[in-house]
């Protein structure tokens, strides 16, 4: 069974990139029927959907946060990332990685969430 | 593009029915049939509970149930318990190949 977990710096200063990375487990992060996303939720608000990248290396992102982004795939490691540049207070949250696709095509399986607070 | 436009609190008691709305736009709801709904427990992750408009996935009760109509996607919940007592996420295609989420209902079972 497939598991996903978020690792990254707990806080990041404000200006600075926030970089965070997902490890999978259990299932290839090559297969063609999977991408891969991250998604984020401010503390006591609601989910944002933040990218995804699929295994040829193509991404989509928010075009609200676009200019900011940019989610990377190591295959090797059976890992992506994500990188946010810039970041202000307002990027505080708990960043979610979660795999889409196969059988469900929406994001289906997802991370624990790690919290990612900017603060200097 | 905007976030789906979900109330911030629904209650209900229960063995009671309740349904959650999810309103959009032409540009996404209104397209296809591609929201899906989740279901979040306080520092947990969000589950899938609908995909697809109205499909449930391996292991969701029957007591979750999905529709659409124009623009606006809902949540029935039949049969109310106590564990339904949650958060609710829509979350739909949003034109571009990007995903929206809704703001989130909180469900109270009274």
């Known amino acids: 069974q497939v598991q996903l977990q978020e690792s990254g710096p707990g806080q990041v200063k404000p200006s600075q990139t926030l970089s965070l990375t997902c490890s999978v487990s259990?299932?290839?992060?090559?297969?063609?029927?999977?991408?891969w996303n991250w998604i984020r939720q401010p503390a006591g608000k609601g989910l944002e959907w933040i990218g995804r990248?699929?295994?040829?290396?193509?991404?989509d992102y928010n075009p609200s946060l676009r200019s900011r982004v940019a989610i990377l795939l190591d295959t090797s490691k059976s890992q992506f990332s994500l990188e946010l540049s810039s970041v202000t207070a307002g990027d505080t949250a708990i960043y979610y990685c979660?795999?889409?696709?196969?059988?469900?095509?929406?994001?289906?399986?997802w991370g624990q969430g790690t919290t990612v607070t900017v603060s200097s | 593009q905007s976030a789906l436009t979900q109330p911030a609190s629904v209650s209900g008691s229960p063995g009671q029915s309740i349904t959650l709305s999810c309103t959009g736009t032409?540009?996404?709801?209104?397209?296809?049939?591609?929201v899906s709904w989740f279901q979040q427990y306080p520092g947990k992750a969000p589950k899938l509970m609908i995909y697809?408009?109205?499909k449930r996935p391996s292991g969701v009760s029957d007591r979750f149930s999905g529709s659409k109509s124009g623009n606006t996607a809902s949540l029935t919940i039949s049969g109310l318990q106590a564990e339904d007592e949650a958060d609710y996420y829509c979350?739909?295609?949003?034109?571009?190949?990007?995903?929206?989420f809704g703001g989130g209902t909180e469900l109270t079972v009274l």
């Open positions: 990248i699929y295994s040829t290396g193509r991404t």
């Open positions: 979660a795999r889409g696709g196969s059988p469900y095509y929406v994001m289906n399986v």
């Open positions: 979350c739909s295609y949003a034109g571009s190949t990007t995903w929206v």
């Open positions: 032409s540009s996404d709801v209104g397209i296809l049939n591609v």
């Open positions: 697809d408009g109205s």
């Open positions: 259990g299932g290839s992060i090559s297969s063609g029927s999977y991408y």
